[in-house]
């Protein structure tokens, strides 16, 4: 019975591999959560108690969520779609964000469309552009790429289905966008299991609490103004921060000290504002974690 509640309380994560790894494994050490090599290879060593990790292909860790395998783990919005798979989507964490697009040689468009013939579609998402193909109402052919999909055309397919991130590879291949399908990110995602059992879903939602701290931290930096008392409102009226500014007494009642956590776009404009109603002894610095 005791092995039997032990296991039911590990909680089993799906780590990504390739592109989207180095993203996530950061984001959790900033979290505090550590994920280190071990002799086994594709297990790695995870700072969680009671808590294990696996990496795997990120369409793998969709699949394993859906079975029921893996409690949670990170993938790709697009795999989720591709798959139609019954998962729950926890968090997005805004990284690694690219577009599943269309993309044809240029020569190949007619006035901006596609020529009214048959046509070969490449993709490793099969059932993302068969729907496409239909809902175009094309007469295309659909062959499965494994890999390097922008290398097909022109003489081995006429329109590839691809994600993009900045285009250079399109461009390297001499392809252009036709469309664009969807935007996708790497997203925290939990199997239907997980959620509706409590103590896992717990601490699924401490996870989450943990990376949007991270998040939340990465956008803002901390400012730490001296100011008078004459010019105490006029600084504490710049500031954009999340809720109030924390304002203490300087020693030798001189002054204040103002403290807030502001967006970090704000600082070109907002810096010059602060010394010129009257704030001195500025400091800027990164926090790691910022729970609201």
């Known amino acids: 019975m005791t092995e039997i509640i032990q296991q039911t309380t590990i909680l089993k994560l799906g780590l990504p591999k390739g592109r989207m790894s180095v993203g996530i494994i950061d ?21 969680l108690p009671d808590a294990t990790a696996k990496t795997l292909k990120p369409q793998n860790i969709i699949e394993m969520l859906v079975h029921g395998r893996r409690d949670a783990g990170f993938a790709g919005a697009d795999w989720v779609r591709e798959l139609n798979a019954d998962v729950v989507e926890i968090m997005d964490t805004t990284l690694d964000t690219v577009r599943l697009v269309a993309a044809v040689p240029s020569g190949l468009l007619v006035n901006g469309s596609l020529p009214s013939r048959r046509l070969v579609v490449t993709s490793e998402y099969e059932q993302i552009a068969r729907e496409w193909i239909q809902n175009k109402g094309l007469d295309a052919e659909f062959v499965r790429s494994y890999g390097a999909t922008e290398v097909f055309p022109p003489d081995d397919a006429d329109l590839i ?51 949007e701290s991270v998040l939340e931290a990465r956008k803002r930096v901390m400012l730490e103004i001296n100011a008078s008392t004459e010019c105490l409102q006029a600084v504490v009226k710049l500031l954009p921060c999340m809720r109030e500014a924390t304002v203490s007494p300087l020693f030798g009642n001189c002054g204040y000290s103002v403290r807030a956590a502001v967006p970090k776009t704000t600082l070109p404009t907002l810096l010059p504002l602060l010394k010129e109603v009257g704030g001195t002894d500025i400091v800027v610095t990164s926090p790691g974690q910022i729970i609201p």
Request: hydrophobic share 45%; proline share 3%; net charge positive.
């Open 27 to 47: 984001l959790l050490r900033d979290a505090g959560i550590s994920v280190s090599a071990s002799e086994r290879g594709y297990r790695p060593l995870i700072s």
């Open 161 to 211: 289905i691809d994600i993009v991130a900045t285009g250079a590879t399109l461009r390297a291949n001499n392809l252009v966008i036709f469309e664009t399908l969807m935007t996708s990110s790497t997203r925290f995602y939990a199997s239907v299991a997980a959620r509706n059992d409590p103590v896992r879903r717990e601490r699924i939602d401490a996870i989450k609490l943990l990376l």
